[in-house]
């Protein structure tokens, strides 16, 4: 690798990670609105027009605000733990593919960092690794609360990572590759995977509302119990840190369902392939990431653990077994 | 290799961002430290005694739960993969053979109350 093409990748990801942020921010007012509308109010109209500006002036509220740390933290786990969740969260969206390579006058530009063959195994692998930051976070506070909130946000992810990864599986036993572009290309020869697996698309959009702690699965940071959970004591933009890893996850999460089970950036009826179908896609995604938590209540955290093992990942296996049988039947040629 | 590569650098970039922010910004932070602020928050009581403190074994369990299921859900990768390109009966009934398994092993953890959170 030369110096021109690092540079290169360099651009690019310099690109994404603003893009992301960007995204990130406004998906918080598109939340906040929605939420808002949900209920009868405004949601934020204060800060520029329709409350557009509304982002600019949180982030620079987080990143003024005084870094507070309780004595009893164990200093060097309490400062990494924030930052190693959000560099979990951003380094599993190298590997998402946005869309087909665009061809600009000439010049290849491929919408992922990178497009290994092994992809979404290692989009799997690297956002697993989220609950480390989590853990270690609420641990290193010395707070009850916080503690309470990291244990229950571990034992949350690692059950609810199960029946992903068997909603997943599905998915690749019907694009016979763990290449996520390719999984795309089979869905376009085929029809959407979520036709034959609707099963294995449920289970994945509860399991990406859960592994996100989002209500109504967001028993790690429930205030009516925990105060905020695993980031009761951090502040500033430790705090934002967390929140970003949060909502990078669910982009991550709402790409991957995306590309999985919705056909990626192949168009409905028959339309071309664009980047916009997948963003499309993508934001209806989001949408129903928060139409869920204006919905329902937050469930109790023994129904949630039952919920997890005892509903969905027997589901998930019997889903697999009907995956492969459809498979067999020749349903897929 | 080369796309690894790739990988690697955009996470050093995604690294370097909560880094450079952290540190960019520490000019216009303030800072004014005080006893109770840096106590831990209890809902405004007086904390006691830290937070070093025993939790309960139902996490540990399961852990050890998640830890065989999720090995044995690796095997499944390989499998699938292939699948497509075989889809013939030997391949079928080695996954029957296996979900049985699976499915004993989750029978198996739900009969010793290990999936019940008490």
């Not at chain 1, 571990?154 to 992903?164: H, I, K, T």
């Not at chain 1, 192949?266 to 919905?295: D, E, H, Q």
């Amino acid at each position: 690798m030369n110096g021109m093409s690092l540079g290169y990748v360099l651009v690019r990801s310099v690109i994404l990670i603003v893009l992301l942020m960007s995204a990130f921010a406004y998906f918080m007012v598109m939340e906040r609105k929605v939420i808002g509308y949900f209920q009868l109010r405004w949601g934020p109209v204060r800060v520029g027009p329709w409350g557009l500006l509304q982002p600019l002036a949180d982030a620079l509220k987080m990143l003024a605000k005084e870094d507070a740390q309780p004595l009893a933290a164990d200093g060097l786990v309490f400062h990494v733990a924030p930052a190693l969740t959000l560099f979990v969260a951003l380094a599993a969206f190298a590997v998402i593919p946005l869309g087909p390579a665009l061809h600009i006058g000439g010049f290849l530009l491929p919408l992922s960092i990178a497009n290994p063959s092994t992809g979404l195994l290692f989009v799997l692998a690297v956002a697993s690794l989220g609950v480390y930051g989590i853990s270690l976070g609420g641990w290193a506070s010395q707070s009850k609360y916080a503690l309470l909130g990291s244990l229950r946000a571990s034992a949350q992810m690692v059950s609810y990572e199960l029946a992903l990864g068997m909603a997943v599986i599905s998915a690749v036993v019907l694009g016979g590759s763990l290449s996520l572009p390719r999984l795309v290309a089979q869905q376009s020869l085929h029809t959407w995977a979520f036709i034959p697996d609707i099963l294995g698309f449920v289970i994945f959009v509860i399991c990406s509302v859960a592994e996100t702690n989002r209500a109504p699965f967001d028993l790690a940071e429930a205030e009516g119990e925990l105060v905020a959970g695993f980031h009761t004591e951090y502040s500033g933009f430790r705090f934002a840190s967390f929140v970003m890893a949060e909502y990078i996850n669910m982009f991550t999460l709402s790409a991957l369902g995306a590309l999985l089970f919705l056909g990626g950036w192949n168009g409905p009826f028959g339309l071309g392939p664009s980047v916009w179908w997948l963003l499309t896609k993508m934001a209806l995604y989001l949408f129903l990431f928060i139409w869920i938590r204006v919905t329902f209540p937050r469930i109790r955290y023994d129904r949630l653990m039952q919920f997890g093992w005892k509903v969905l990942v027997p589901i998930g296996f019997l889903n697999l077994i009907w995956i492969s049988v459809f498979v067999v039947g020749g349903g897929w040629r | 290799m080369e796309k690894y590569l790739d990988i690697v650098i955009f996470t050093v970039a995604g690294a370097l961002f909560p880094l450079l922010t952290v540190v960019g910004t520490a000019i216009i932070r303030r800072r004014y430290p005080d006893p109770v602020k840096q106590g831990a928050y209890e809902s405004g009581e007086i904390p006691f005694g830290d937070a070093r403190v025993r939790f309960h074994i139902s996490y540990y369990i399961f852990a050890l739960a998640f830890l065989v299921f999720d090995v044995e859900s690796i095997f499944l990768y390989p499998w699938a993969v292939v699948y497509l390109h075989l889809s013939r009966g030997l391949a079928f009934g080695e996954i029957l053979v296996f979900v049985a398994i699976l499915l004993a092993g989750w029978l198996y953890a739900w009969k010793k109350k290990v999936l019940t959170w008490m």
